[in-house]
Every structure is written in C-alpha cells, then in structure tokens.
C-alpha cells in the first residue's frame, strides 16, 4: 500500500512539473519566424498519424511559424528517396529505410528517431468472414504481405513465428507489392488474407 502511495505521489509531482513546464514555455512567448517551409513526406496516410493532422488542421505549425507541406511517399524506399534526395525535409517512415541507406554505405546517413507510435499499425485481412480467428488458420493460404524488407511484412513474419508458424514453409506471402497497393491488389481478388 506504500508503494502505491508513493508511487501515485511520483506521478502527480511530475505531471505538476510538466504542465507546469507547459505554461511557462507558452507565456508570453513570441511566436517563431514566420514563413520557415518544412516539407513532411509520411510512408502513407494513418489514423496512428491523427495527432499530426489535428495540429495541421488547429493551425499549430502555423502559431509556431512552420509552414508545413504534408505529402505521402507511399512506401519508405520512396519516402526515404525524397529525403534523401532533398524533396522532403522529414520523412515519416518504419526504421528500416534509414538502416537499409546506412548499411548501404550512406556518406551522409540519417537521423533516425524511433517509437513516434506505439504500435504496429498493421491489421490482418480475411477474405472470408471468419468468427473464431486463430493463427493455425493461415496455413497453406495466401497472403498479400507488403514489400519484401518492409515493416509491415517484418512485423508479420515476427508474429507468424510467435504462433510457430514458418513464413517460408507453412503458407505463401507474396512480397511483390509495395504495401501501399496491397489493398487494391486484394480488392482485386488477389490472396485469401493481406497486412493493410
């Protein structure tokens, strides 16, 4: 009872101290220089990314003199090949572009800030209606997995192989298509599942 006590105490004491830190940063603060232009280029467009579009839509980059440029790369090779390319000052994007470039001998690598979102934005796509889903299910189906390297299909294959199934022996994942297509591939009748 204590600990909890205390532990209740800790969290009150810092969320005081934060908004708290909030207010006195707000106060009386000049807004920044106007006019400074960020272009921000997201792998594709996410409910994960809401917060991001209420401050675009509340103004917020404005009242901190950031004139922001939202476009969506569709895919992190062609998000990181607009930052790379200076067509895109920030990209939105899983971790593996910015390891990819690196290991592939980058001069200038980029800065990378993991864990903008807490969770995989991934979900498993049934073609059939199912009420009992359990993973066994997807032995010997096809499944429309995202591009080869790509989060989303590094994310699925990590959970396959926590519910013992071999992504390579027990079903078929087509790695052609860019996960930015792999639901109009499926809409198309392609595979009997898709990680949209």
Not at 58 to 82: C, P, Q, R
Request: glycine share 12%.
């Amino acid at each position: 009872m204590k600990q909890k006590v205390i532990s209740l105490l800790l969290v009150a004491a810092l969320l005081v101290v934060t908004l708290a830190g909030c207010g006195a940063a707000t106060e009386g603060k000049a807004p920044a220089a106007p006019g400074k232009k960020v272009v921000l280029n997201e792998v594709a467009h996410s409910i994960f990314y809401a917060p991001m579009y209420v401050a675009i839509e509340e103004g917020y980059f404005e009242e901190e003199g950031i004139e922001l440029e939202l476009v969506t790369g569709f895919g992190a090779d062609k998000t990181m090949t607009a930052v790379l390319s200076g067509e895109a000052d920030i990209g939105f994007m899983g971790s593996e572009a910015s390891i990819y470039t690196y290991l592939g001998g980058t001069d200038d690598p980029v800065v990378n800030f993991a864990q903008l979102t807490q969770r995989a934005g991934n979900f498993l796509v049934s073609r059939q209606p199912i009420d009992n889903f359990s993973w066994d299910m997807l032995k010997g189906t096809d499944v429309l997995g995202g591009r080869a390297g790509g989060m989303p299909e590094m994310v699925f294959e990590y959970i396959l192989k926590k519910h013992n199934i071999d992504p390579q022996t027990d079903l078929a994942i087509d790695q052609s298509i860019d996960f930015g297509s792999t639901a109009a591939a499926f809409s198309g009748g392609q595979g009997d599942f898709t990680v949209v």
